[in-house]
């Protein structure tokens, strides 16, 4: 596609369900980027996928975040139980190399948790 | 541990004058910069990048100075427009690693 395409723009959950964040990253982009962005702050590493495999996870918070890449290309970003503080802007990012001179991002997945 | 801070939350500026947006960071691995803007709504967009064996790096209306003794970079635009008028990020990366580090952000308004 022309850009980084997340869906949904806008998901409201109850806490303690399971969310699901889908990321269509740029053709032929091989590594794909989350972040989150909570309000006031600027955008807060996740997790980095380099093809299928998850090259860097050191930013997922706890173990109810996973997020897998199975055929190289779309990426889901996956929450249990969600709390509350899950509550922010989830944006995805994709590069054509895997440098991280300027990636770019989609619009986002607002989660707000109630 | 904020490691990359914006210590101004806004700033206003009148369109033509120069916008001047600081960045300050801790961590002395870090060897790349960037700057993204952002709209309402979107996502970050690229702007400019500075690797640490540069002081200065310019593209149009945008340079970007980077003080390592300091641990300072700075963005500034010039004339700015009113379409500058967005929220800007610095960014910060270490040893080649593709997580970057980003600041809180600097919301920038353009004055007619």
């Known amino acids: 596609g022309a850009g980084v395409s997340q869906t949904p723009s806008n998901k409201v959950t109850e806490k303690g369900k399971y969310v699901e964040l889908r990321c269509d990253p740029i053709s032929g982009h091989t590594a794909l980027y989350w972040y989150r962005q909570s309000l006031g702050q600027g955008p807060e590493f996740l997790i980095y996928f380099q093809g299928t495999g998850a090259a860097d996870d050191s930013g997922l918070p706890n173990d109810r975040f996973f997020a897998v890449r199975p055929e190289g290309s779309v990426s889901t970003l996956k929450i249990q139980r969600t709390e509350r503080g899950d509550s922010a802007v989830y944006l995805c990012a994709s590069s054509p190399d895997g440098s991280n001179y300027g990636y770019t991002f989609g619009s986002g997945t607002r989660l707000t948790v109630v | 541990d904020q490691q990359v801070k914006q210590n101004s939350p806004s700033l206003s500026v009148q369109e033509g004058r120069i916008s001047i947006l600081n960045c300050d960071y801790t961590?002395?691995?870090?060897?790349?910069f960037l700057w993204y803007k952002k709209y309402p709504a979107e996502g970050p967009t690229f702007l400019i990048s500075?690797?640490?064996?540069?002081d200065k790096n310019e593209d149009g209306r945008f340079t970007v100075f980077l003080n390592k003794s300091a641990k300072h970079l700075s963005l500034h635009i010039v004339p700015s427009q009113p379409g500058d008028s967005a929220v800007y990020f610095c960014?910060?990366?270490?040893?080649?690693?593709?997580?970057?580090?980003f600041g809180q952000g600097t919301r920038l308004t353009i004055n007619p």
């Open positions: 961590n002395s691995m870090f060897d790349y």
């Open positions: 960014a910060a990366s270490a040893g080649g690693a593709q997580k970057l580090v």
């Open positions: 500075i690797s640490s064996i540069k």
